[in-house]
Nanobody
């Protein structure tokens, strides 16, 4: 059974920084894609940043220049460094991974439980 566990959320003032981390555990054969999404009440989940095994990244325009995504393929982890945070960054942040479980070898999407990020003065 595969599990994504997030950590690092919290509450900071505008202009502050937070670092989110996500670790994938279980019987994993290969991870193709890892990403961070966020969601606010009444809105759809939106992509914040993503990264492939090859190291290519995609950052949403709303956070470009402030957020950085990084991945450790040896540890099956992905992190999101968030700097110069703004009130509009307040959301629940979700880790996402597309991976193959060793038992089935079928690609499947997995999600973390979500971590709250609140930016407020």
């Amino acid at each position: 059974q595969v599990e994504l566990v997030e950590s690092g959320g919290g509450s900071v003032q505008p202009g502050g920084s937070l670092r989110l981390s996500c670790a994938a555990s279980g019987s994993i054969f290969r991870i193709f894609y890892m990403a961070w999404y966020r969601q606010t009440p009444g809105n759809q989940r939106e992509l914040v940043a993503s990264t492939t095994t090859a190291g290519s990244t995609n950052i949403a325009d709303a956070v470009k220049g402030r957020f950085t995504i990084s991945r450790d393929n040896t540890k099956n982890t992905v992190s999101l460094q968030m700097n110069n945070l703004r009130p509009e960054d307040t959301a629940v942040y979700y880790c996402h991974a597309q991976l193959q479980e060793a038992a089935t070898m079928v690609p499947y999407d997995y999600w973390g439980q979500g971590t709250q990020v609140t930016i407020s003065s």
